[in-house]
């Protein structure tokens, strides 16, 4: 049986462990950079709420591998997605970038698969793999990438779409990104 997978949405929680990195003492400024083949995932151990992470493939310095990344982020061991990106790089048209604040403290999968007429799709090829840098960036020190963000859905902490007030709020935009917010009325 194949399932449809919508465009513009998380790629589902069926890839393979392929590094795990360890953020428990990470301060900003630290970064980690390797390759990752489409369809593993990191395990990203002790991610913390105070600190957000950027995540890219958009670092292909010769440009010279035209693989579509799409960039999913999950609770670690699956569940509701929490992040994802599909073709934001200015300098490279089909690679992706996450800026991702942990909802709260502790582990989550990076997942990257690939667009090769088959959304979110995972190649048994050598060759097809991305180049990935994540680096710790204090929440401060984030930039607004795309000013037109718009919003997806807004949920609570067990996921439910709400726009009840005087609760932790999770605002999903357009671009992966997702925004914690109390708003107290």
């Given at each position: 049986m194949t399932v449809a997978q919508q465009y513009n949405s998380a790629c589902p929680y069926d890839n393979n462990v392929r590094d795990t990195l360890d953020f428990s003492?990470?301060?900003a400024g630290a970064s980690h950079d390797?390759?990752?083949?489409s369809g593993d995932y990191i395990w990203a151990i002790g991610m913390k709420s105070s600190l957000s992470y950027g995540i890219t493939t958009c670092i292909d310095p010769f440009n010279i591998r035209d693989n579509d990344s799409h960039i999913s982020?999950?609770?670690?061991?699956?569940?509701?997605?929490?992040?994802f990106n599909d073709d934001q790089c200015s300098n490279y048209q089909?690679?992706?970038t996450v800026i991702f604040?942990?909802?709260?403290?502790?582990?989550y999968d990076i997942l990257f698969?690939?667009?090769t007429g088959v959304y979110c799709s995972h190649l048994s090829d050598p060759f097809d793999f991305y180049d990935y840098y994540i680096e710790v960036l204090e929440i401060t020190d984030i930039k607004e990438?795309?000013?037109s963000k718009k919003i997806l859905k807004i949920t609570d902490i067990l996921g439910r779409e709400t726009k009840n007030t005087n609760q932790l709020l999770f605002y999903i935009y357009d671009d992966g990104r997702v925004e914690k917010r109390i708003v107290v009325e």
């Open positions: 003492s990470a301060v390797a390759w990752i083949w982020i999950y609770t670690h061991g699956g569940g509701q997605s929490l992040a089909y690679h992706s604040s942990p909802p709260t403290d502790g582990d698969d690939e667009h990438y795309n000013t």
